[in-house]
């Protein structure tokens, strides 16, 4: 059992951690949609496919626990807060601007912003992707899905 060797000091192994939570998530997600009836193969219910995506990302998560009893790997470190602060900001600032300004300029707000979680990243890099993915999702909600998402919209 080389993966679980707590007493070096090295700490908990990564692979086992990331299985516990895709465990933990496939619970959620199961006693979420616990109510939803199942239907059957012929005629399916609105429960069986987010069971089925659950049982499959438990399984993956009992795949990761157990790899972890057989190989040895990296184990869990410190994490910083700055990954998880900026994006959870880019989403909440895309949600807030989206109406108000519309896609042209909440797309690009948001992955700027989250681009901060990064510390890696560089502005001009981070604005040429802003602009074309900006520019893409225009494309694809707006044009091709005919979704009444605002693209320039000033209230």
Known sequence: MAGWSFGDGRGFPQEAGAGLFLV???????????????????????????????????????????GAFLVPGARLAGWSLRGPVFVLGAIVLFGLTIRTLGLAFAGPIAVVVGSFASPEARLKET?????????????????????PIPVIAFT
Do not use: D, H, N, S
Not at 39 to 59: E, H, I, Q
Not at 131 to 138: D, N, Q, R
């Open 127 to 147: 604005l040429v992707f802003a602009a074309v993915l900006t520019a893409l999702c225009i494309g694809l909600f707006k044009y091709v899905l005919r979704l």
């Open 24 to 66: 933990a998530l496939a619970a959620i997600g199961l006693w979420l949609a616990w109510e939803l009836p199942v239907g059957t193969m012929r005629a399916m219910g609105p429960g069986m496919l987010p069971r089925a995506l659950c049982v499959l990302v438990g399984a993956a998560g009992i795949g990761l626990v157990a």
